[in-house]
């Protein structure tokens, strides 16, 4: 059974950094999207940032403009691990974050056609 597991969360004041890893239980240079969701109390998921990766190299990166410049999406496929660095925090950027998987056909920000996830780490900015 495939799966992806989360880690790196926690708690930072505003202005610091932060990277999130995620662990899939496959071997990631196969043809996929791979991305990073969050959710924050009593708001809608959100797309957060996505790449499309095939033959072992990633074609193609993609961020929402709220993160745009501030954090940056890679993947080692050597470790099959996702991460998510995140640089000059906000607290706005408070949510539970999750990493998130889709097979072709896709791209990666097609939010809707990921499907597979992780179990999520909480990121708490403070002020």
């Known amino acids: 059974v495939q799966h992806l597991v989360e880690s790196g969360g926690g708690s930072v004041q505003a202005g610091g950094s932060l990277r999130l890893s995620c662990a899939a239980s496959?071997?990631?240079?196969?043809?996929?999207?791979m991305g990073w969701f969050r959710q924050a109390p009593g708001k809608e998921r959100e797309g957060v940032a996505g790449?499309?990766?095939?033959?072992?190299?990633?074609?193609?990166?993609a961020y929402a403009d709220s993160v745009k410049g501030r954090f940056t999406i890679s993947l080692d496929n050597a470790k099959n691990t996702l991460y998510l660095q995140m640089n000059s925090l906000k607290p706005e950027d408070t949510a539970m974050y999750y990493c998130?998987?889709?097979?072709?056909?896709?791209?990666?920000?097609?939010?809707?056609?990921?499907?597979?996830w992780g179990q999520g780490t909480q990121v708490t900015v403070s002020s």
């Open positions: 998130a998987a889709a097979g072709p056909p896709c791209w990666p920000t097609n939010w809707g056609t990921y499907n597979l």
């Open positions: 496959w071997a990631t240079d196969k043809t996929s999207c």
């Open positions: 790449l499309f990766t095939t033959g072992g190299a990633t074609y193609y990166d």
